[in-house]
């Protein structure tokens, strides 16, 4: 059932939105207002994705009999946690500096590896885990995942600065 999986489908599509936004912010051609609007949508969007994916995929990646589907789980836990914590460091530099632009276009580059290889090599192996039943559980439970009610709002009116989730 090679990506007509349900649940990929909803990752995917996920991914796609995702993209839009990095896509912005690796290309420094575009103004940096641009860019940090493209970075205020991107930052509760890509981590709820990620928690989600953690709470659910990941999990179920865990219980699978192929190992590389394990090792990955535990890969792609540490890729989160790495843009995750260039996040930070992007909340704590000025947002207009060169810094700040780099560490965007280093994060856009570290997500898009991040879903690509989430996409061309974890998917089609968790699709041969699936069949219809789990595939829909699986679909179900990350769509009903709850949201985090601490999901960060990037621009924070009074101060300009973002309140990191956790
Ligand atoms: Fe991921
Ligand atoms: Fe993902």
Redesign the pocket.
């Known amino acids: 059932m090679l990506y007509t999986s349900h649940a990929i489908k909803l990752l995917t599509e996920e991914h796609g939105t995702i993209r839009a936004e990095t896509k912005i912010l690796r290309n420094l051609d575009i103004p940096q207002t641009e860019r940090k609007q493209s970075f205020a949508r991107l930052l509760p969007f890509l981590t709820l994705h990620?928690k989600k994916?953690e709470k659910i995929v990941y999990s179920f990646m865990k219980l699978c009999d192929q190992d590389e589907l394990r090792i990955w789980a535990l890969e792609?836990k540490e890729e989160?946690l790495l843009m995750d914590q260039l996040i930070r460091k992007m909340l704590a530099v000025d947002i207009s500096g060169e810094e700040w632009s780099a560490k965007a276009k280093v994060l856009a580059e570290l997500v898009d590896h991040?879903?690509d290889e989430?996409e061309q090599e974890i998917f089609p192996a968790l699709a041969r885990e699936l069949n219809e039943d789990s595939d829909e559980q699986l679909a179900k439970n990350y769509e009903t995942q709850n949201v985090p009610e601490n999901i960060p709002r990037p621009f924070n009116s009074e101060k300009n600065v973002a309140q990191p989730y956790r």
């Open positions: 990620s994916e792609g989160h991040h879903i989430e």
